[in-house]
C-alpha cells in the first residue's frame, strides 16, 4: 500500500512536469500552492538564520564546526562532544542507548553522520550539549511562527487585492457580449463607455463587492508576531506600539523579557562548555553575540566615519 502511494505521487509529479514542459498554464491552485510555500519558506528561513547565529563559540577545535553544531542544536535539540582518535574532537548529532544518572542525563550515547560515520560512547568520554534548560529543539517554535506570519501574510495580500472592488455584471444571455465589451473599456480606464442603444438597462444589475481596508492594522499585527518571535530567541526588538517616543527607561524595561529568553540556551550551551573543558583540558568560551551598540561606541563609530 506504502509502495503504491509513493508511486502514484511520482507519477503525479511526473504528469506535473510533463504538463510544465507542453506549456500548460498554472492553475490558480497550484499558483496559490507555490506562494504559500514560498512564504513560509521565507519567514522559516529567516527565523532559522537568526536562530544560528545568536551564539558565539570561542577556542572551538578546528575540527569542530560552530555552523553544524548549531544546527544541530537547532534541530535536534542536542549535540555531542568527544574526541575522536582518527578526526579529533568532534560535535556531532547523536541518540541516547538508554541509562540515566541521577540527573536524568544519559549515560550511553551514539554520535552520528551522514556519511555513514558513528561512535558509541559514554558519559566518561564525551559531553552531551543541549539546546536549552527543558533539552529541546528550536525548530518546531519557529515553525509555529513562521506558520503564522506566513498566515497573516496571506490575509493582507488578499485584502490588498480586494481593493481593487471587482464588480459582478448581471444580465441576460442575449446581452452578455455587450456588457463584456462594457466592462472592457471600464478596466481600461476609458474615459467614456459606449453602449448600444437597444441595450437594456433595466436588465442590467451592477453589484460592487466593496472590502474594507484593514491590511495596515493586519501588517501591525504581524509586526507584533515578528518580535514576538525575536523576542523568544532573545534579540533586542521594540515590541511596544506607541506613537509617542520612548523614554529610555521604558525601553530598558521592554527588554526584560527579551534578555530573560536568552539565558535557558546561553546558559545550557554554558554548561555543557564547562563540562567538556573540564574533561579534555580546553577552554571554550559561549557568549551571546551583541546585536546593539552601546551610545559611547556609536558616537565612536560615527567619528571614525565623519573622519
Same mark, same amino acid.
Given at each position: 500500500?506504502?509502495?503504491?502511494?509513493?508511486?502514484?505521487?511520482?507519477?503525479?509529479?511526473?504528469?506535473?512536469?510533463?504538463?510544465?514542459?507542453?506549456?500548460?498554464?498554472r492553475?490558480?491552485?497550484?499558483?496559490?500552492?507555490?506562494?504559500?510555500?514560498?512564504?513560509?519558506?521565507?519567514?522559516?528561513?529567516?527565523?532559522?538564520?537568526?536562530?544560528?547565529s545568536?551564539?558565539?563559540?570561542?577556542?572551538?577545535p578546528?575540527?569542530?564546526?560552530?555552523?553544524?553544531?548549531?544546527?544541530?542544536?537547532?534541530?535536534?535539540?542536542?549535540?555531542?562532544?568527544?574526541?575522536?582518535?582518527?578526526?579529533?574532537y568532534?560535535?556531532?548529532?547523536?541518540?541516547?542507548?538508554? %541509562?540515566?544518572?541521577?540527573?536524568?542525563?544519559?549515560?550511553?550515547?551514539?554520535?552520528?553522520?551522514v556519511?555513514?560515520?558513528?561512535?558509541?560512547?559514554?558519559?566518561?568520554?564525551s559531553?552531551?550539549?543541549?539546546?536549552?534548560?527543558?533539552?529541546?529543539?528550536?525548530?518546531?517554535?519557529?515553525?509555529?511562527?513562521?506558520m503564522?506570519?506566513?498566515?497573516?501574510?496571506?490575509?493582507?495580500?488578499?485584502?490588498?487585492?480586494?481593493?481593487?472592488?471587482?464588480?459582478?455584471?448581471?444580465?441576460?444571455?442575449?446581452?452578455?457580449?455587450s456588457?463584456?465589451?462594457?466592462y472592457?473599456?471600464?478596466? %481600461?480606464?476609458?474615459?467614456?463607455?459606449?453602449?448600444?442603444?437597444?441595450?437594456?438597462?433595466?436588465?442590467?444589475?451592477?453589484?460592487?463587492?466593496?472590502?474594507?481596508y484593514?491590511?495596515?492594522k493586519?501588517?501591525?499585527?504581524?509586526?507584533?508576531?515578528?518580535?514576538?518571535?525575536?523576542t523568544?530567541?532573545?534579540?533586542?526588538?521594540?515590541?511596544?506600539?506607541?506613537?509617542?517616543?520612548?523614554?529610555?527607561?521604558?525601553v530598558?524595561?521592554?527588554?526584560?523579557?527579551?534578555?530573560?529568553?536568552?539565558?535557558?540556551?546561553l546558559?545550557?550551551?554554558?554548561?555543557?562548555a564547562?563540562?567538556?573543558?573540564?574533561?579534555?583540558g580546553?577552554?571554550?568560551?559561549?557568549?551571546?553575540?551583541?546585536?546593539?551598540?552601546?551610545?559611547?561606541?556609536?558616537?565612536r563609530?560615527?567619528?571614525?566615519?565623519?573622519?
Amino acid at each position: 500500500m506504502v509502495i503504491t502511494s509513493v508511486i502514484t505521487l511520482i507519477l503525479i509529479i511526473i504528469h506535473r512536469k510533463e504538463g510544465t514542459k507542453l506549456g500548460r498554464k498554472r492553475t490558480n491552485f497550484e499558483t496559490s500552492l507555490a506562494m504559500n510555500n514560498a512564504s513560509y519558506m521565507f519567514y522559516f528561513n529567516r527565523l532559522k538564520e537568526l536562530a544560528l547565529s545568536m551564539f558565539e563559540w570561542k577556542n572551538l577545535p578546528d575540527s569542530c564546526d560552530e555552523r553544524f553544531l548549531e544546527l544541530a542544536l537547532f534541530d535536534c535539540g542536542q549535540a555531542l562532544f568527544f574526541k575522536d582518535e582518527a578526526k579529533g574532537y568532534l560535535a556531532l548529532r547523536c541518540t541516547v542507548n538508554g %541509562g540515566f544518572n541521577v540527573y536524568n542525563i544519559p549515560i550511553k550515547r551514539r554520535a552520528y553522520a551522514v556519511n555513514g560515520y558513528h561512535n558509541n560512547l559514554t558519559d566518561k568520554d564525551s559531553v552531551i550539549i543541549y539546546n536549552n534548560y527543558l533539552r529541546l529543539n528550536s525548530v518546531d517554535a519557529m515553525r509555529l511562527y513562521a506558520m503564522r506570519l506566513w498566515e497573516y501574510d496571506c490575509i493582507i495580500d488578499v485584502n490588498a487585492r480586494a481593493q481593487k472592488t471587482p464588480v459582478l455584471l448581471h444580465c441576460s444571455e442575449n446581452e452578455r457580449l455587450s456588457v463584456l465589451n462594457a466592462y472592457k473599456e471600464f478596466d %481600461g480606464n476609458s474615459p467614456v463607455i459606449y453602449a448600444d442603444r437597444n441595450l437594456d438597462l433595466k436588465n442590467f444589475d451592477v453589484l460592487k463587492t466593496d472590502a474594507p481596508y484593514i491590511a495596515d492594522k493586519l501588517y501591525t499585527l504581524k509586526t507584533q508576531i515578528w518580535n514576538e518571535a525575536l523576542t523568544y530567541l532573545g534579540i533586542s526588538n521594540l515590541n511596544i506600539q506607541k506613537k509617542e517616543r520612548l523614554v529610555a527607561d521604558e525601553v530598558v524595561r521592554n527588554q526584560g523579557g527579551t534578555i530573560a529568553s536568552r539565558y535557558s540556551r546561553l546558559n545550557s550551551r554554558r554548561m555543557a562548555a564547562e563540562a567538556i573543558n573540564k574533561m579534555f583540558g580546553l577552554d571554550i568560551e559561549v557568549n551571546f553575540r551583541q546585536d546593539y551598540i552601546s551610545r559611547s561606541e556609536e558616537r565612536r563609530v560615527g567619528k571614525e566615519c565623519r573622519s
